[in-house]
């Protein structure tokens, strides 16, 4: 038993020094400015760093294409062995070869559309047969062979359009990524927001509370000297309670903010940043006037909208694809031409040869140009009536129609958009006018009220009344300039001047 209380107390004690030190520092709050809050959106949110792969990846898509126009080398070496029996009586009756051949070649695609193969092909060959005036002989044949097509896939533009495409798509990829951006961001500009009117909420709330605590302390001292019926403190303790509840739903729904602003920063809620309690230490402003007006918004969305600009990127890559499939329909027409050198050695038995000698002696008489051959023609080739070509030009003009309407059809929708985000800036401006308005009146009414409850002229239901509306004038108010500032963000976003406004500049691949 001893040892046993001498185990657990060390532990106990341990415990006892370091819990109060954990709790001190997970009560410590984590304050947050609005840029502060982009800042790490951009540094930690999953979603835009699992957006930003697309963009390496479709750049390696870019190297892929431009490695069609890379050189290969090929080499072979073989050997092998036959033997045969043969019917003539002039030959062997039993005969064997054996060969050793070692091939190298080099070709390559240019951008024009020819390409050529540069060859050299080498043999050995040994065998039995009496009529072979060189045993072992030895070949060499050196080849260079070029094509060019003059018709269909001609042109410099032509042969390049896939590295064309997979840069245009890299950039659609910027694009995408662009866009994922400055969505988080206004997502997390509108959480920060949210957080920051459900705190101040809280205080309205809890002053609303207190005010009818205090009415009820109020009531409850004339209901004990008799001045007041006992109905009126049940009134006010019913109202106390409906307030409570309220603060109640309010200190929660600061921690589904508080939450839903955690995950979209990607602070895990075990961490050190996420025990902490999220102070929004910005305050929503009421700035009116530095608005664009509508014109120049819609100007600068139609021209800076990163879904519109790839778009106008994928329709550039149906262009390209409708080129070549015109160029398709032209027939084969190919410019071929060929170059050889060749020479043979070997051992005759007799030393009188003139191309006696090792396999040297078949490179030095190759490359003396005395053993050549050439050739020089046009290949010409046309389906006849040629409809698969024709029906794939179709199809890619009707996709480049399609494309031209789905263009035309987003432009309208970012009107829209633009249209009705500066709308409701401006309908938020009067939101904000008109609610400070109500406010200074409710809060005018509330004092008359009281003043008249004092003297006998008005009820406690009525002051509780006045005091409900104080408060929900006091929550509009402050929900008018959340829904201006929120409205602020969303036109920018709909007009792509989110990072802008933050001063955010992201790199793309011509920048880095």
């Known amino acids: 038993m001893k040892n046993i209380l001498f185990l657990q107390i060390p532990f106990y004690l341990f415990a ?212 007041l019926a006992e109905l009126e403190i049940l009134q006010a303790k019913s109202e106390v309670a409906s307030r409570d509840e309220q603060l109640l739903n309010a200190k929660n729904l600061i921690e589904d903010n508080e939450d839903n602003l955690k995950s979209i920063l990607n602070l895990p809620f075990d961490s050190e940043d996420g025990l902490k309690k999220i102070i929004p230490a910005d305050s929503p402003v009421f700035d009116p006037g530095k608005e664009d007006p509508l014109d120049e918004a819609l100007k600068i969305a139609l021209t800076q909208r990163p879904d519109l600009l790839a778009k106008k990127m994928e329709l550039g890559n149906r262009n390209i694809e409708t080129k070549y499939n015109e160029n398709q329909m032209l027939p084969t027409l190919d410019l071929v031409t060929s170059l050889g050198l060749n020479g043979l050695s070997g051992d005759s038995g007799s030393g009188a040869s003139k191309v006696e000698g090792a396999y040297d002696k078949a490179l030095s008489e190759a490359f003396s140009t005395d053993f050549r051959l050439w050739q020089f023609g046009i290949n010409l080739s046309y389906p006849l009536g040629n409809r698969a070509a024709k029906s794939r030009l179709a199809a890619k003009r009707l996709e480049v129609a399609q494309l031209l309407l789905d263009i035309k059809d987003l432009e309208k929708n970012i009107v829209v958009e633009v249209r009705e985000a500066h709308r409701q800036i401006e309908t938020d401006i009067k939101r904000v006018q008109a609610t400070r308005v109500a406010q200074k009146l409710a809060e005018e009414k509330l004092n008359a009220e009281e003043k008249k409850f004092e003297v006998g002229l008005s009820t406690s239901f009525n002051v509780l009344e006045f005091q409900e509306d104080l408060a929900e004038e006091q929550s509009n108010a402050i929900k008018a300039i959340i829904d201006y500032n929120k409205s602020r963000s969303r036109l920018n976003q709909v007009i792509a001047r989110t990072l802008e406004a933050h001063d955010i500049k992201l790199l793309s691949k011509e920048d880095s």
């Open 16 to 227: 006892l020094l370091f819990i109060p030190f954990s709790v001190v520092e997970a009560s410590e709050p984590l304050p947050l400015t609005l840029q502060e809050t982009v800042e790490r959106v951009l540094k930690n949110n999953i979603s835009i760093s699992v957006q930003s792969y697309n963009s390496k990846i479709s750049q390696q898509f870019i190297f892929e294409k431009e490695a069609d126009f890379d050189p290969t080398v090929d080499f072979e070496f073989t050997v092998g062995e036959g033997t045969r029996q043969r019917a003539s009586t002039l030959a062997n009756a039993k005969t064997r070869d054996q060969d050793y051949n070692w091939d190298f070649s080099v070709s390559q695609k240019f951008i024009t559309g020819a390409d050529y193969e540069l060859s050299m092909d080498s043999n050995r060959n040994e065998n039995n047969s009496t009529f072979s005036s060189l045993n072992p002989v030895y070949s060499s044949d050196l080849a260079l062979t070029v094509t060019q097509p003059l018709l269909k896939d001609f042109g410099i533009d032509l042969n390049k359009r896939e590295i064309y495409i997979a840069a245009n798509d890299q950039k659609i990829s910027d694009h995408q990524f662009t866009e994922k951006v400055i969505n988080t961001l206004t997502e997390a500009e509108n959480i920060y927001w949210d957080l920051v009117f459900s705190i101040e909420d809280l205080k309205v709330k809890e002053t609303s509370l207190q005010r009818a605590r205090d009415l009820e302390r109020q009531v409850k001292a004339q209901v004990d000297v008799g001045t």
